[in-house]
């Protein structure tokens, strides 16, 4: 159903009476136009978030067993050289991190939940690094769609620290920044989905082993 505040323009055929001006029409016409109605409203409802955890197999596979997370896409951010390859990315020379663009639906799941898993899901007092992937491609990054979101991946990020330190780890490394001025490039298709091709391929992920806390 579409989400609040967003009105199809013609209730679906199945259910209530058709508006006049449709009565009589074609009811493949109708049905199309109310999936139109609806796609419209899904892509209304809709965020974008964009997360560096190192090796961006499992983050993407992580992030996309989150209900409410409509989409995944991975690539590079965070660099100056444009239309990166991964071979390029691997030399440490594009300024680029592997990145995880997370869509999702803020009706069904927050940013607050996907930053939990962002923190718990890889160590983030790693210094470009990631379990045996070393370099800057595969340090911690938050990439910010707005200011709400900077906000929020903040003060999570201070809570977060509270667990660490009490637990005598070492100060969170993250970089958290505005998406505004980077361009997201997505990798190359192999790349895409890549543990849903391949269930038993590489996922190197070294958590801290700490859980986000509560309150």
């Known amino acids: ?22 009565r009589g029409r074609d009811k493949r016409v109708v049905r199309e136009l109310y999936r139109y109605c609806q796609d419209r409203a899904v892509a209304n409802s809709s965020e974008i978030a964009y997360f560096a955890t190192g090796c961006f197999w499992g983050a993407e596979r992580r992030f996309w067993n989150l209900p409410g997370v409509l989409d995944t896409n991975v690539g590079y951010m965070g ?74 991946a903040f003060i999570s990020e ?24 980077y361009t997201y490039w997505p990798s190359e298709e192999y790349h895409q989905r890549y543990l849903e091709k391949n269930p038993n391929g590489y996922d190197c992920h070294s958590s801290t082993g700490i859980a986000f806390p509560n309150s």
């Open 158 to 181: 201070l809570k977060y620290q509270g667990a660490l330190s009490a637990s005598g780890l070492d100060e969170i490394v993250t970089e958290i920044e505005s998406a505004d001025g």
């Open 1 to 22: 159903m579409p989400s609040a505040g967003i009105e199809p323009a013609h209730p679906p055929p199945e259910g209530g009476a058709l508006s006049p001006e449709l």
């Open 79 to 152: 660099g100056t050289v444009e239309n990166p390859t991964y071979e390029m990315v691997c030399t440490g020379k594009t300024g680029h991190a592997e990145t995880v663009r997370v869509t999702f639906n803020p009706t069904e799941i927050s940013y607050q939940r996907l930053l939990v898993e962002f923190w718990t899901m890889h160590d983030p007092t790693s210094l470009n690094r990631q379990g045996g992937d070393i370099g800057s491609q595969y340090r911690s990054a938050i990439f910010t769609s707005s200011m709400n979101q900077f906000e929020v």
